[in-house]
């Protein structure tokens, strides 16, 4: 059994506990579920930010523990303050170690958009996200098939979200491109065995069509592989690890976008 296949596993249980303890319409009936979001793509667009998302990360499957001394609040706000286009947050509780009360102290903390971090098996996982904050949905190619992305996404647009879909091969990205999704992820590590390669992101690039907002997700941990990317057409780059090893986050993170 490949990780990939362990998480989703467990993440069926977990959904079935879920639903079993909070009904959608209690779900529906909170005050962020009724906010409207913020576009990832008006935010990618705006010449004032620099295209990061910045995510809050506390451990992985293939690390470990990255960082268990930070708050959220600390964090999120200080990549909010370097002026990210938009920041993830995990939600997955078993192995990256996150929480819905996490997404929802971002969103507290935040006025751009929150992507939630998380596996996305189920619509109840979409009623969840927007509840607790989210204007950003991912959806991964890897553990959905075509019909899925396009039944999920287009359930995420209803209620206004964004939908990020992340992708790591071609045969994936050729199934995925539906009007429904936002911006297109190429995933540079391999969630089957963790290897990092930004050949991912390099050779995928000019294979997505300029209507989706083109984001390199994973193992960028420096400034000049930001313009690599960009030079070679993405408007996103995706980071966590880079920040949330180190002592102080949102000071690691402003150091790093100075060197932009
Ligand atoms: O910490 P990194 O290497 O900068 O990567 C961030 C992000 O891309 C990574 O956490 C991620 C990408 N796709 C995912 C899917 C599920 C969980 C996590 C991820």
Do not use: W
């Not at 303050?81 to 993830?88: F, K």
């Amino acid at each position: 059994m490949t990780i990939l296949d362990k998480i989703i596993t467990k993440k069926r249980l977990e959904v079935e506990q879920a639903k079993a303890l909070v009904a959608v319409a209690d779900l529906e009936s909170t005050p962020l579920f009724e906010r409207a979001c913020f576009s990832l793509s008006d935010s990618v667009r705006n010449q004032g930010k620099n295209g990061i998302i910045a995510e809050f990360k506390r451990a992985s499957p293939s690390k470990g523990i990255i960082n268990n001394h930070s708050s959220v609040a600390e964090v999120v706000t200080g990549y909010q303050e370097a002026g990210v286009s938009a920041v993830s947050v995990l939600t997955d509780p078993d192995f990256f170690k996150g929480s819905l009360a996490d997404l929802v102290a971002a969103r507290e903390a935040l006025q751009i958009p929150l992507l939630r971090k998380e596996f996305i098996i189920d619509e109840y996982q979409i009623v969840e996200a927007k509840a607790h904050g989210a204007d950003i949905i991912l959806l991964i190619a890897a553990v959905l098939d075509p019909a899925e992305v396009k039944a999920l996404s287009e359930f995420a647009k209803s209620l206004g979200l964004n939908v990020l879909l992340e992708v790591h091969n071609q045969e994936e990205l050729g199934c995925s491109m539906v009007d429904s999704v936002d911006a297109i992820g190429v995933n540079n590590r391999n969630l089957n065995d963790f290897k990092v390669s930004l050949d991912h992101s390099l050779e995928l690039v000019d294979l997505i069509p300029s209507r989706f907002i083109k984001v390199s997700e994973s193992g960028i941990s420096d400034p000049n592989t930001i313009r690599q990317l960009r030079n070679a057409g993405f408007q996103g780059f995706l980071i966590g690890e880079n920040f949330m090893k180190t002592t102080a986050p949102s000071k690691a993170i402003k150091e790093f976008v100075s060197q932009l």
